[in-house]
């Protein structure tokens, strides 16, 4: 099984890439990749329609059909998905439909505050499904800054949450 883990940020000392990097370490058959390292415009049915689908896109969507099952950690920003993931998420949209179609998810969510980026998490939970993805799992990790140390949990209680979790997509 295949298995490729990203952040919804675009932050370059994201604590989403962080928790993802470090979950999908977790994993056998695990890549970690970046959805900065794409260029996409933002999604218009402008940019689309004199356009058509930008080259950065498809070779995006061809890099994730690759994965049996994704571990996606999303930021919060202002109590929503950031722009950014939801940009990424309207182009490969566009140019496929049902892109996450037969694929399993693993979603996570980390922030300094107490809720973890719930409302981000949440939201995710609903939306992917639209897309054909099948989220098996779901976990928020609040307080990142005292969980997280030196690239890893060293939360025992959250840790041993996190390894059950990520047996839904072994």
Not at 5 to 11: E, L, R, T, V, Y
Not at 69 to 92: P, Q, R, T
Request: with cysteine.
């Amino acid at each position: 099984m295949k298995i490729i883990a990203f952040a919804g940020s675009n932050s370059q000392h994201s604590i989403n890439h962080q928790l993802v990097s470090f979950a999908s370490s977790l994993m056998e058959s695990s890549e970690t990749i970046r959805l900065n390292d794409y260029t996409l415009p933002m999604y218009s049915i402008d940019v689309e329609q004199n356009e058509g689908i930008p080259n950065e896109v498809k070779r995006l969507a061809k890099d994730l059909a690759i994965a049996d099952a994704y571990i996606i950690s999303v930021s919060e920003h202002n109590g929503n998905v950031s722009a950014f993931f939801k940009n990424c998420l309207d182009w490969l949209s566009r140019h496929d439909r049902d892109f996450l179609k037969g694929k399993k998810i693993i979603l996570l969510s980390t922030s300094p505050g107490g809720k973890g980026g719930l409302n981000a998490l949440q939201t995710s939970v609903k939306m992917l499904p639209y897309f054909g993805g099948e989220v098996v799992g779901e976990m928020s990790i609040g307080s990142f800054n005292v969980v997280f140390r030196e690239q890893k949990i060293i939360d025992e209680v959250v840790l041993s949450e996190l390894k059950a979790l990520l047996k839904g997509i072994a």
